[in-house]
């Protein structure tokens, strides 16, 4: 039964979930912190007002954010065969993930964004400071014990909807639960991913946190 | 020349589809090197008024000319230029709180692209003119209220400003620090010509350390001229509102001796 395959299988698949769940949260932030700053810069209190951009991208993000991630991967299956060329497997499982998180993501960066007490971007105004310059040195900087927290939900998230991906052959630890707890009723493999799902998801969680605390100067100490 | 001049100034807000007036036709002169108080209580206009001489708030009509330059006839990046010479600081510090005390100080310069070694000289220098070179590597959640308004003040002065706008600059601090600022304030204005414009709804603070003074009411300059000539409505300033009236201008007859014993 814990046969060499059977090991090497599972070591496979943390391997092929750690690459699904940090290349994508990796690439929903290449999308998601560009569409959360123009979020929050283009709000009715932003610091350039822009009420259609505002619009669309707010549409953009809840539309996606309302189709669930199951429905989202197999819709999904003809483009991320024309980019992966395959619609199975762990890389073509990023493609969705990406387009799943990258609204998520753009949300939380707003949300991080807007906790920036505005005197501080005011006194930033006063020195003479143009939006570029408040958006890279007083908003992302300020804002940045939050961000790292964010995106340390945004990984705990995309791990879960990885695991989910193995219902259409995804990869990974859920691939692995699917075929062989589902499918062939073997409960002990089935377990063993759970518990790697849980370590790996422990582990990104308290080093996302520790990142964040060090970060973070606004506690007394 | 004047420093600031404000000719027919008027602010209105559209809230809801009513048009309120926060400043109805302000005219008001800042001589070089002045220490002008524009005092009021909350709700006068006084917030609205000062951002009107760095243009964060865009009057509706009327001028503000900074020592020649109308602020109107600026594009942003005339603006922008003109903000540096204009310092500010506030009510509640805002102080970037991710950042140490010597990069806060340093900051209006790199956002002017000054070289990092030479701004880090530049604020080394005005922590000590602020007595705070000791804690250039502190935070400012480290800090105590006065400290970090001294930081706020060597802040705003690390661009070699003309002028200076206070925003109720002491009004979060108690009595003896608030004292030490406005000495800080005084020095700083004796030792190198700075204009500073003061906003405050007390009167101790007028009368510590401004020269001018104006009397803004609901949204008019009811007087202004030489701190002697101006017939300062004494009694009426000692009140904010709500319940605490009575402890608080019990407060403020405190405050008002203990800064005027501590300034001379």
Same mark, same amino acid.
């Given at each position: 039964m814990w046969d060499s395959t059977t090991i090497n299988m599972i070591l496979e698949g943390i391997l092929q979930t750690i690459y699904m769940t940090v290349t994508s949260t990796v690439l929903g932030y290449l999308l998601g912190l560009p569409m959360g700053v123009l979020l929050t810069i283009s709000d009715k209190n932003g610091l350039k007002p822009n009420p259609f951009l505002y619009k669309v991208l707010d549409a953009i993000s809840?539309?996606?954010?309302?189709? =669930?991630?199951? +429905?989202?991967?197999?819709? $999904?299956? =003809?483009?991320?065969? /024309?980019?992966?060329? /395959?619609? #199975? @497997?762990?890389? &073509?499982?990023?493609?969705?993930?990406? *387009?799943?998180?990258?609204? #998520?993501i753009a949300r939380m960066v707003e949300a991080s964004l807007k906790e920036v007490d505005p005197g501080v971007i005011e006194a930033a105004k006063a020195m003479g400071a143009g939006n570029t310059q408040i958006v890279f040195k007083v908003l992302l900087v300020e804002a940045r014990t939050s961000l790292v927290t964010n995106a340390t939900i945004a990984l705990g998230s995309v791990l879960g909807y990885s695991a989910m991906a193995g219902t259409v052959g995804g990869g990974g630890l859920g691939d692995i639960a699917v075929r062989y707890g589902y499918y062939r009723y073997q409960t002990d493999i089935m377990l063993v991913t759970v518990v790697l799902l849980i370590v790996l998801f422990q582990i990104f969680q308290n080093s996302g946190m520790a990142v964040a605390k060090k970060l973070d100067h606004t506690k007394k100490s | 020349m004047h420093e600031i001049?404000?000719?027919?100034?008027?602010?209105?807000? +559209?809230?809801?589809?009513?048009?309120?007036?926060?400043?109805?036709?302000?005219?008001?002169?800042?001589?070089?090197?002045? *220490?002008?108080?524009? *005092?009021?209580?909350? @709700?006068?206009?006084?917030?609205? %008024?000062?951002?009107?001489?760095? #243009? %964060?708030?865009?009057?509706?009509?009327? /001028?503000?000319?900074?020592?020649?330059?109308?602020?109107?006839?600026?594009?942003?990046?005339?603006?922008?230029?003109?903000?540096? !010479?204009?310092?500010m600081i506030f009510q509640h510090f805002n102080l970037l709180q991710q950042k140490n005390v010597i990069d806060n100080v340093i900051f209006p310069l790199t956002i002017q692209g000054v070289k990092k070694s030479e701004a880090r000289a530049k604020a080394f220098e005005l922590l000590a003119t602020v007595g705070?070179?000791?804690? &250039?590597?502190? #935070?400012?959640?480290?800090?105590?209220?006065?400290?970090?308004?001294?930081? &706020?003040?060597?802040?705003?002065?690390?661009?070699?400003?003309?002028?200076?706008?206070?925003?109720?600059?002491?009004?979060? $601090?108690?009595?003896?620090?608030?004292?030490?600022?406005?000495? %800080? $304030?005084?020095?700083?204005?004796?030792?190198? @010509? *700075?204009?500073?414009?003061?906003?405050?709804?007390?009167?101790?603070?007028?009368? &510590?350390?401004?020269? !001018?003074?104006a009397v803004l009411e609901a949204g008019e300059l009811v007087e202004s001229g030489n701190i002697e000539d101006v017939n300062l409505p004494e009694d009426k300033y000692f009140w904010i509102d709500g319940d605490s009236h009575l402890k608080k201008r019990k407060d403020q007859v405190n405050n008002r001796k203990e800064v005027a014993d501590y300034v001379g």
């Open positions: 809840n539309i996606v954010r309302s189709i =669930p991630f199951l +429905i989202l991967l197999i819709l $999904l299956i =003809p483009f991320t065969r /024309q980019i992966v060329g /395959q619609s #199975y @497997g762990s890389t &073509a499982t990023i493609v969705p993930l990406i *387009i799943c998180s990258a609204p #998520y | 001049e404000v000719k027919n100034l008027s602010k209105s807000f +559209i809230e809801k589809d009513i048009r309120v007036d926060a400043l109805s036709n302000i005219n008001l002169t800042v001589e070089k090197s002045d *220490i002008y108080g524009i *005092i009021g209580m909350s @709700g006068a206009g006084k917030s609205t %008024l000062i951002r009107c001489f760095n #243009y %964060l708030e865009r009057p509706t009509s009327g /001028q503000v000319i900074i020592n020649g330059k109308e602020l109107g006839q600026l594009n942003e990046n005339e603006l922008r230029a003109e903000r540096t !010479k204009i310092a705070l070179e000791e804690k &250039a590597n502190a #935070y400012p959640s480290q800090l105590s209220g006065g400290q970090q308004q001294r930081v &706020a003040i060597a802040r705003a002065l690390a661009s070699n400003p003309r002028i200076l706008l206070c925003d109720e600059a002491t009004s979060a $601090l108690d009595p003896q620090t608030t004292a030490s600022i406005l000495s %800080l $304030l005084k020095r700083i204005n004796k030792e190198t @010509g *700075i204009t500073i414009v003061l906003i405050t709804h007390q009167m101790s603070v007028v009368k &510590a350390i401004c020269n !001018k003074v």
